[in-house]
C-alpha cells in the first residue's frame, strides 16, 4: 500500500472529521480527493481494503499519527502557504454543536418537575390529593403541539394550566411534608 495514499487519506480524514466508512465513500466520488492522495487517473473504487485503514494506523502508532497534522502544518509554513500570524489564533464555530437548553416555560420542563415531584413523594409515603401526572402528559403534548402550529394562544393556555397544575401539587406536598412530624418529634408510647 502507498505511503502518501494513506497518509493523505488520514489527513483528509482529519480535516474533514468523517469515520473510515465515510471517507472512502467520499474518496471515491471527488476526484480532486483522489489527486491529493496521488492518483493520476479516476478510480471508480478503493484500490485497498476499507479494513487496511486501521491496521496502517495501528501498525504506524497513536503517537506518530498526531505528529501528521503537526508536520504538514509545519510544511505550510515553510513553504508559504500559511503564516505564523495565521495560526496564533484559533476561532472556533460553536453554531453547529447541539445545545441542550431547556426554559422554565417549557412543558417539557414542567412535566419533568412533576414526575420527580411524585417519584420523591412516593419515596418518602407522602400521600398526594392528586399526582397530575396523566393531566401533566395529556397537557405537555397539546402545548407542544399548538405551539408549534397555528393556535399559539391555546398552547400558551395550557402551560399555564401545566404551571398552576405544578404549583397545587408543591403546595400540597409542602402542607403535607409540615403536617408530617418526625420521629424524634413522637411521644413514646409506654406500656401500661
Request: hydrophobic share 35%; charged share 30%.
Amino acid at each position: 500500500m502507498r505511503t502518501r495514499l494513506m497518509v493523505g487519506l488520514h489527513l483528509i480524514k482529519h480535516m474533514k472529521g468523517l469515520s473510515d466508512e465515510e471517507l472512502c465513500a467520499v474518496w471515491v466520488e471527488n476526484p480532486y480527493f483522489q489527486a491529493f492522495c496521488g492518483e493520476t487517473h479516476f478510480r471508480h473504487r478503493l484500490p485497498f481494503d476499507r479494513a487496511s485503514m486501521p491496521r496502517w494506523r495501528k501498525r504506524i502508532g497513536a503517537d506518530e499519527m498526531e505528529l501528521l497534522p503537526a508536520e504538514t502544518l509545519s510544511v505550510a509554513v515553510q513553504t508559504g502557504a500559511v503564516s505564523e500570524r495565521q495560526l496564533s489564533r484559533i476561532t472556533v464555530d460553536t453554531t453547529v454543536q447541539t445545545k441542550a437548553v431547556a426554559h422554565p416555560t417549557d412543558s417539557h420542563l414542567l412535566l419533568r418537575a412533576t414526575e420527580w415531584l411524585n417519584r420523591l413523594a412516593r419515596r418518602h409515603g407522602v400521600k398526594l390529593r392528586q399526582s397530575f401526572s396523566r393531566l401533566m402528559r395529556q397537557a405537555g403534548r397539546a402545548a407542544s403541539r399548538l405551539l408549534n402550529g397555528r393556535g399559539h394562544r391555546q398552547g400558551l393556555r395550557w402551560l399555564r394550566k401545566m404551571r398552576t397544575w405544578l404549583g397545587r401539587l408543591t403546595r400540597d406536598i409542602r402542607r403535607k411534608i409540615d403536617g408530617m412530624s418526625t420521629p424524634e418529634q413522637k411521644s413514646p408510647k409506654v406500656p401500661e
